[in-house]
């Protein structure tokens, strides 16, 4: 008998009636899991631990609606206990020694983590081929990629495995692939989550967030895992609510900004034409939506390099062979620890960016880039405030195309970049994201829109993209519902 | 415009980074690292009307912690996390006496 493909509502009702036990959707995860073996989506399975905590859970009241359900975590939040590699040789071995908040959280909820996702090595890149430990591949076409960085994540929830994931998103990393893999990822609001145990990329725009098969689910998963938390002082003092609760209500009137750029020709003719039907169909149920000028938009790469990588160059220093993680044989003197061990353990697309950042922050430079980028910022959450006065929620498409070919070359450094050029602006303002598939081009290859919201305002956001997700009713399953 | 950086340009770099580059990996950094620096010096030519800095989007006043007590962490663990270690020390090669 096949559970997980039922909603976690159902789930939720089969558990509390003791119709089925926690280790029977444990058992089905790892099941699909090793059937979709080679989609490569995970890095480590956490499997005696996740069979010994289901069967602890039979002797516990079903206390609430996530109680038992079997989650995949992105491999560069810590997991005490249970290896964290962050998908590179240099945390290969890497055992951490406690828990990221949102561990702690989706614990206190008896959700049980069935292992670590495959993912872009520290979180660099848009394909997660950079990982050492391969690609995973996109389960509507493994020729193509899955997206990245959360690839992994994105792969195990379009595989239909398991229904729940948690990504991590700088410039994209849970929205792009969510595109790309057909599912919906939010990547909340900047400081709406604890950054606590998630290794850090760029501090300033890290954000963890939930990725699931559908709408309600990924706001359940959200109500889960968001707080204040005195181990990340960013992180924001808002009273819990439920995120759940502008699902299935009336569109209508809801005003809604497209910006011209996201619809310009940098984005393809068939996601352009998708994005159109479903704008169509916003208006047909009474929504407003215009197509707006803003600034600062055609220049999210160029702030985005500047930001990421400074950061990414100072955050990377920990690395240091010293510590933790991996360390070069037979070093002669401390540089040696520090210059080998470095050289050894991060791979092409990491060293790139650090030595950028270091070049970015080094001396004048620091003046010249970096405070740049930071008056440039400015001017661009100016830009989206001066929209949310007028409007609810901002719209495009979340990637410019659909998921390419796996063979194309990773030798050119800008490419990454590029990918994410419309998603990347609301980490830079950090405001809410969320993606939510529309449709398929030609090669059948899911079309994302991509949802921009305005300051804590998550519950909108699901509002609108319930909205699409009942109208358009797509099937959303690789080779189609089973 | 040259199309690349010169090999002293990129071993500067390294060294600010602190990685070993090896003879065969220089020739594409020198590549490599001047397409991204290229495309980051556009930030230079954008116009800003204001000179009001966004570090991120925090706006809450920063507030510590109360200096109470906690959990902490075993240092024993701490310490087996260490490539290198004896007892309760991490081993690093010898520094003192190195000339700088």
């Not at chain 1, 909820?109 to 591949?137: C, Q, V």
């Amino acid at each position: 008998m096949k559970y997980l493909n039922k909603s976690v509502l159902e789930l939720h009702e089969l558990l509390k009636d003791k119709k089925i036990k926690p280790i029977d959707l444990v058992e089905e995860a790892f099941a699909n899991i090793e059937e979709n073996k080679e989609l490569n989506a995970y890095i480590t399975l956490n499997k005696e631990e996740a069979i010994k905590q289901a069967k602890e859970l039979e002797n516990k009241e079903v206390d609430n609606v996530l109680f038992g359900m079997p989650i995949a975590i992105k491999d560069n939040i810590v997991t005490k206990d249970l290896l964290t590699t962050c998908a590179s040789h240099m945390l290969e071995n890497f055992t951490p020694i406690y828990d990221a908040t949102v561990i702690e959280k989706i614990k206190s909820k008896n959700m049980i983590i069935i292992g670590k996702t495959n993912m872009d090595e520290f979180a660099m890149g848009s394909t997660s081929r950079t990982s050492y430990f391969g690609s995973p591949l996109n389960p509507w076409n493994k020729e193509r990629i899955s997206g990245g960085s959360s690839g992994g994540s994105a792969v195990t929830i379009a595989a239909r495995d398991l229904p729940f994931a948690l990504g991590s998103d700088t410039g994209g990393s849970i929205r792009q692939p969510s595109s790309y893999c057909g599912i919906v990822g939010m990547k909340p609001t900047y400081g709406r989550v604890s950054r606590y145990g998630l290794i850090a990329f760029a501090s300033s725009m890290d954000q963890i967030g939930p990725m699931t098969k559908n709408v309600y689910e990924n706001a359940l998963l959200l109500n889960a895992i968001v707080g204040k938390d005195n181990k990340d002082l960013t992180s924001a003092n808002k009273e819990a609510e439920d995120f759940t609760r502008l699902i299935g209500k009336d569109i209508k009137d809801m005003k809604i900004a497209v910006p011209k750029y996201f619809m310009s020709d940098i984005v393809s003719n068939e996601v352009k034409l998708k994005i159109e039907e479903t704008i169509n169909l916003l208006k047909n149920a009474g929504a407003v939506v215009d197509y707006v000028d803003m600034k600062y938009l055609d220049q999210a790469v160029t702030l985005y390099q500047v930001i990421a990588l400074g950061e990414a160059s100072s955050n990377l220093a920990r690395f240091d062979g010293i510590r933790y993680g991996f360390s070069a044989e037979n070093p002669e003197n401390i540089k040696d620890v520090y210059f080998k061990t470095r050289q050894e353990g991060f791979g092409t697309e990491v060293k790139r960016r650090i030595m950028v950042g270091a070049h970015i922050l080094s001396g004048e430079n620091a003046k010249v880039y970096y405070d740049k980028a930071m008056s440039v910022r400015a001017a661009m959450r100016d830009e989206f405030k001066r929209i949310y006065k007028d409007y609810d929620l901002i719209i495009g498409p979340t990637a410019t195309t659909t998921a390419y070919a796996q063979t194309e070359s990773l030798d050119d450094p800008l490419k990454s970049f590029l990918d994410d050029v419309l998603v990347n602006p609301a980490n830079m303002a950090g405001l809410p994201g969320l993606n939510v598939p529309v449709g398929f081009d030609n090669s059948n290859m899911p079309i994302g829109m991509h949802i921009i919201g305005n300051d804590f305002d998550e519950a909108r956001m699901y509002q609108l993209a319930s909205y699409i997700e009942k109208e358009l009713n797509l099937d959303l399953t690789p080779g189609g519902e089973k | 415009m040259d199309d690349r950086l010169s090999k002293e340009e990129v071993l500067h770099v390294a060294e600010l980074a602190r990685i070993a580059i090896s003879e065969s990996e220089l020739e594409k950094y020198q590549i490599q690292l001047k397409q991204i620096m290229d495309s980051v010096d556009k930030i230079k030519e954008v116009e800003v009307n204001d000179e009001k800095m966004l570090i991120a989007n925090w706006s809450e006043p920063t507030k510590l912690r109360e200096d109470t007590a906690g959990e902490m962490l075993n240092p024993k663990e701490v310490i087996g996390n260490a490539p290198r270690h004896s007892g309760n020390y991490i081993e690093v090669p010898v520094v003192i006496g190195e000339e700088s």
